[in-house]
């Protein structure tokens, strides 16, 4: 039986990678009592793992993948021998650009928080410990490449966010951290049952089990399809509910209008990539036959959440949901790319994880900053916020238009790449998917609408004039009297911007250059398109055929 061979200086890093947010959320409990400190040392924390991302990064060479290497920067060490498992880990380039956009994301969400007031009886340090540990577990999903390491990772990131949610959370948080945890274990379980199938299959086949992914992949061409299909569903429902894909999705609104808005962005930014990154590194390539097989009923549900999220983004209240059923939307998307067999399409899926990362997380930030200013959730409550702040409006319209995948903002190239290399294999799922494009417009326009554009209005954003003295009970407002007065409603602070220039530099890089993170992805699209054993459509840089 083959196992991950230890690569020298590929060991350090990425076992560095995993033990530093650990060891900064352990060190938060001894700074319990000294705010300063524990934000100080938290910050430290993930801008040092920040730098070693950029180092893995740089570490990781493209052209050995685009040669033949599955995995870079590997390191393997027994962990239970009885039952064939290692402490194994190693990145592809999907891999890479994940771990990247976590790392990228968790210093600019530290400083978001900043200066956030807790529920009554919370510590900044246990907030703080509970971000790192997420971000620690997060790698460790995309990192691993011993199945069982996976699944212990993909039960164990429920914890830190369950506690997010329900400790940190709004008024319904207890309800929606139980939903979130219940449906996301039951789906973990599932995956549970499919993974001893799958390590009963090795052994039938090796003489040995192994969870090792490099073994389990070498012998998928060998499963019969039947057992495949059973395999294939325990991971894909655990993988579905992660996404969520519809009808999998009921606990996400609930999860991102009651969690706070850090972790708000590492649930829909981050953690649901699990999910599709899962399509992709174990579906695909460990159950090829019945990925094939399955993909329509695939396709349809992916087609039905672009329009089902679409639709009910327009009839929400609450922004945080709204921004929650725009996601489901664009998880559609993801999934038809992942589901449609070409390279482009793949690529597309896998650059759209990350750009679905960067600018629902700044929608979610503006949301953030409005509930911040105004004290309300509903986007009734606001109106002419343009008015009274400007530079907020126009980076509240970036994210708008980054979501809806405007040319010349990130999200465009991925959903270009998702519908140009799907169209080839699935004409008519892909023109049914293009209608949801039409529906983000709307949903989109709407939102900023009715929140940025006309008269000052609104009770959140009256109600904010009003204490700042602008304006009576029932007076008109003067925007420029309450903008000179520099309180109520006030535009973005120093530190907020901050948080916000780093997301709108890379929305706009990515939107014209998406070239370096496309170099990195495609040696591991290529890779699982031979995997899957299908001809390729629509070969990378090519066109269809």
Same mark, same amino acid.
């Given at each position: $039986?083959?196992t991950?061979?230890?690569?020298?200086?590929g060991n350090?890093?990425l076992l560095?990678?995993?033990?530093?947010?650990v060891?900064?959320a352990?060190a938060m409990?001894p700074?319990r009592?000294n705010?300063?400190?524990a934000k100080g040392?938290a910050?430290?924390?993930?801008?040092?793992e920040?730098?070693?991302? =950029?180092?893995?990064?740089?570490?990781?060479?493209?052209?050995?993948?685009?040669?033949?290497t599955?995995? *870079?920067?590997?390191?393997s060490?027994p &962990?239970?021998?009885?039952f064939?498992? @290692?402490?194994?880990?190693?990145?592809?380039?999907?891999?890479?650009v994940?771990?990247a956009?976590t790392?990228f994301?968790v210093?600019?969400? $530290?400083?978001?928080a900043?200066?956030?007031?807790?529920p009554?009886?919370?510590?900044?340090s246990?907030?703080?410990?509970?971000?790192l540990a997420?971000?620690a577990?997060?790698?460790?999903?995309f990192?691993?490449?011993?199945?069982?390491?996976?699944?212990v990772?993909?039960?164990a990131m429920?914890?830190p966010m369950?506690f997010l949610?329900g400790? #940190?959370?709004?008024?319904?948080? *207890?309800y929606?951290?139980v939903k979130f945890?219940?449906?996301?274990?039951?789906?973990?379980?599932?995956?549970l049952?499919?993974?001893?199938?799958?390590?009963a299959?090795?052994?039938?086949?090796l003489?040995?089990?192994?969870?090792t992914?490099?073994?389990?992949?070498?012998? /998928?061409?060998h499963t019969?399809?039947s057992?495949?299909?059973?395999?294939?569903?325990?991971?894909?429902?655990a993988?579905a509910i992660?996404? %969520?894909?519809? %009808? #999998?999705h009921t606990?996400?609104?609930?999860a991102?209008?009651?969690?706070?808005?850090v972790?708000a962005?590492?649930?829909v930014g981050?953690?649901?990539? =699990?999910g599709?990154y899962?399509?992709?590194?174990?579906c695909?390539p460990?159950?090829?036959?019945a990925?094939?097989t399955?993909?329509?009923?695939?396709l349809i549900?992916a087609v039905?959440g672009i329009l089902?999220?679409?639709?009910?983004a327009v009839g929400?209240?609450?922004?945080?949901?709204?921004?929650a059923?725009?996601?489901?939307? @664009?998880?559609?998307?993801?999934?038809?790319?992942?589901f449609?067999?070409?390279?482009?399409?793949? /690529?597309?899926?896998?650059l759209y994880?990350v750009?679905h990362?960067?600018?629902?997380?700044m929608?979610?930030v503006m949301?953030?900053?409005?509930?911040?200013r105004g004290?309300?959730?509903?986007?009734?409550?606001?109106g002419g916020v343009?008015k009274?702040? %400007?530079v907020?409006?126009?980076?509240?319209?970036?994210?708008g238009m980054?979501?809806?995948?405007?040319?010349?903002?990130?999200?465009?190239?991925?959903?270009?790449?998702v519908?140009v290399g799907s169209?080839?294999?699935?004409?008519?799922y892909?023109?049914?998917a293009?209608v949801?494009?039409?529906f983000?417009?709307?949903?989109?326009? &709407?939102?900023? *609408?009715q929140t $940025?554009q006309g008269p000052v209005r609104?009770?959140?954003v009256?109600?904010a004039?009003?204490?700042?003295?602008?304006?009576?009970p029932?007076a008109?407002?003067?925007?420029?009297?309450a903008?000179?007065?520099g309180?109520?409603f006030?535009?973005?602070t120093?530190?907020e911007i901050g948080?916000l220039a780093?997301?709108?530099?890379?929305?706009?890089?990515l939107g014209f250059?998406?070239?370096?993170?496309?170099?990195?992805?495609?040696?591991?699209v290529?890779?699982t $398109?031979?995997?899957?054993?299908?001809?390729? %459509?629509v070969?990378l840089?090519?066109i269809?055929?």
């Amino acid at each position: $039986m083959n196992t991950i061979a230890p690569d020298s200086g590929g060991n350090v890093l990425l076992l560095v990678l995993l033990a530093l947010p650990v060891l900064g959320a352990l060190a938060m409990y001894p700074l319990r009592r000294n705010i300063s400190a524990a934000k100080g040392v938290a910050m430290g924390t993930a801008l040092l793992e920040f730098v070693l991302v =950029v180092v893995v990064y740089l570490s990781y060479s493209t052209q050995a993948a685009a040669s033949g290497t599955r995995f *870079q920067l590997e390191f393997s060490a027994p &962990w239970i021998p009885a039952f064939g498992t @290692h402490f194994a880990f190693g990145i592809d380039g999907i891999a890479l650009v994940l771990i990247a956009l976590t790392a990228f994301l968790v210093p600019g969400l $530290m400083l978001f928080a900043w200066a956030e007031k807790l529920p009554e009886g919370r510590t900044t340090s246990g907030y703080f410990a509970l971000l790192l540990a997420t971000e620690a577990t997060l790698i460790g999903v995309f990192a691993a490449t011993d199945v069982f390491l996976f699944y212990v990772f993909f039960e164990a990131m429920l914890i830190p966010m369950y506690f997010l949610i329900g400790r #940190f959370g709004g008024p319904n948080r *207890q309800y929606a951290s139980v939903k979130f945890f219940l449906y996301s274990l039951l789906g973990g379980l599932i995956m549970l049952a499919s993974l001893i199938g799958l390590y009963a299959t090795s052994a039938e086949q090796l003489g040995q089990g192994t969870f090792t992914w490099t073994d389990l992949q070498a012998i /998928a061409a060998h499963t019969p399809t039947s057992t495949q299909i059973w395999l294939f569903l325990g991971f894909f429902v655990a993988f579905a509910i992660k996404a %969520p894909l519809v %009808p #999998f999705h009921t606990w996400l609104p609930d999860a991102s209008a009651e969690a706070p808005i850090v972790a708000a962005v590492l649930l829909v930014g981050v953690l649901d990539k =699990v999910g599709t990154y899962g399509f992709l590194r174990y579906c695909l390539p460990l159950f090829p036959e019945a990925s094939k097989t399955l993909a329509p009923l695939v396709l349809i549900l992916a087609v039905i959440g672009i329009l089902y999220g679409a639709l009910l983004a327009v009839g929400q209240k609450d922004m945080s949901r709204f921004v929650a059923y725009t996601s489901i939307a @664009h998880f559609g998307f993801i999934a038809l790319g992942t589901f449609a067999f070409s390279s482009q399409a793949f /690529a597309g899926a896998a650059l759209y994880m990350v750009n679905h990362g960067l600018s629902t997380g700044m929608l979610f930030v503006m949301v953030g900053l409005l509930v911040a200013r105004g004290g309300s959730r509903l986007i009734s409550d606001y109106g002419g916020v343009s008015k009274l702040a %400007p530079v907020l409006a126009g980076c509240l319209l970036l994210a708008g238009m980054s979501s809806l995948a405007l040319p010349g903002t990130n999200s465009f190239v991925s959903e270009f790449l998702v519908l140009v290399g799907s169209y080839p294999r699935e004409p008519v799922y892909t023109i049914l998917a293009t209608v949801g494009i039409v529906f983000a417009a709307l949903y989109i326009l &709407w939102f900023y *609408q009715q929140t $940025m554009q006309g008269p000052v209005r609104g009770n959140a954003v009256i109600g904010a004039l009003e204490r700042a003295g602008a304006g009576g009970p029932g007076a008109m407002i003067d925007p420029n009297v309450a903008a000179k007065r520099g309180s109520g409603f006030p535009d973005l602070t120093k530190r907020e911007i901050g948080v916000l220039a780093p997301l709108i530099v890379v929305i706009v890089v990515l939107g014209f250059f998406p070239g370096p993170l496309l170099d990195v992805i495609n040696p591991s699209v290529a890779a699982t $398109m031979q995997e899957v054993g299908l001809p390729d %459509p629509v070969p990378l840089g090519g066109i269809a055929r």
